[in-house]
């Protein structure tokens, strides 16, 4: 029996960018577009209904932006997967964003179709994407903030995780450039959250940067 497919809301207001990322969504076989909304307004009015497993959200949006709907959503929806999906990579708006809720950042120039695609089944298995460029700009935004509790109690092997997750791999990646399989990879990001009583992939990673500096 086929594993159901992720349910995914896009929330784009340019009409020739929203009609790709349906059409490349449904050609993914574990994905399925089932709204597109042309603003944050009518993503708070639709997505309520629709219910899906992710929101692709856009950064700048006409009236209220993707920042703001990020906040709404959060709001209802405490355990709604959101996923900044834009062109716009500035620091304070990266930061921003995932101060508001958002699980992931992508930038779109640096994101290829099957790059989408996995970080969208990453952020339905707990992970956090960011394209490394995004990665970069949160360690370099954490350099200088205090020591994280926690970190003195990770195993080198769980340090090396981290690591990986501060640069926005995905577990495949960790796996792979580790020699360790996913599901080892998983494990090890369970006992890291354990012991510095985090959450998330997000809060993981904030903990790890702060101690690097």
């Known amino acids: 029996?086929?594993?159901?497919?992720?349910k995914v809301v896009?929330?784009?207001?340019?009409?020739l960018m929203r009609e790709l990322?349906?059409?490349q969504l449904n050609r993914a076989p574990h994905l399925q577009c089932v709204g597109a909304c042309v603003d944050a307004e009518t993503a708070l009015v639709e997505i309520p209904r629709l219910k899906p497993d992710v929101v692709l959200m856009d950064i700048r949006l006409p009236r209220m932006n993707g920042?703001?709907?990020?906040?709404r959503l959060r709001g209802l929806f405490p355990r709604l997967n959101i996923v900044i999906?834009?062109?716009h990579g500035h620091a304070d708006l990266i930061l921003k964003a995932l101060k508001a809720g958002a699980n992931g950042y992508l930038l779109r120039e640096h994101t290829t179709a099957?790059?989408?695609?996995n970080a969208l089944q990453e952020v339905m298995k707990g992970g956090s994407p960011m394209t490394p460029d995004v990665a970069r700009k949160v360690v370099e935004y954490f350099q200088g903030l205090g020591d994280a509790p926690g970190m003195e109690h990770l195993t080198q092997r769980e340090r090396?995780?981290?690591?990986?997750?501060?640069q926005g791999w995905l577990y495949k990646e960790i796996a792979d450039r580790l020699g360790i399989s996913v599901e080892t990879a998983r494990k090890h990001l369970k006992n890291i959250y354990r012991k510095l009583e985090v959450s998330s992939r997000t809060e993981a990673v904030v903990k790890y940067?702060?101690?690097?500096?």
Do not use: H, Y
Not at 10 to 15: I, L
Not at 114 to 117: A, G
Not at 160 to 166: P, S, T
Not at 209 to 213: A, Q, T
């Open 21 to 23: 990322l349906v059409r």
């Open 1 to 6: 029996m086929n594993a159901p497919k992720t």
């Open 160 to 166: 090396e995780v981290l690591d990986g997750l501060a």
């Open 85 to 87: 999906l834009t062109e």
């Open 10 to 15: 896009v929330v784009e207001d340019n009409d």
């Open 67 to 71: 920042i703001e709907c990020t906040i």
């Open 114 to 117: 099957d790059q989408l695609e």
């Open 209 to 213: 940067l702060r101690s690097k500096s």
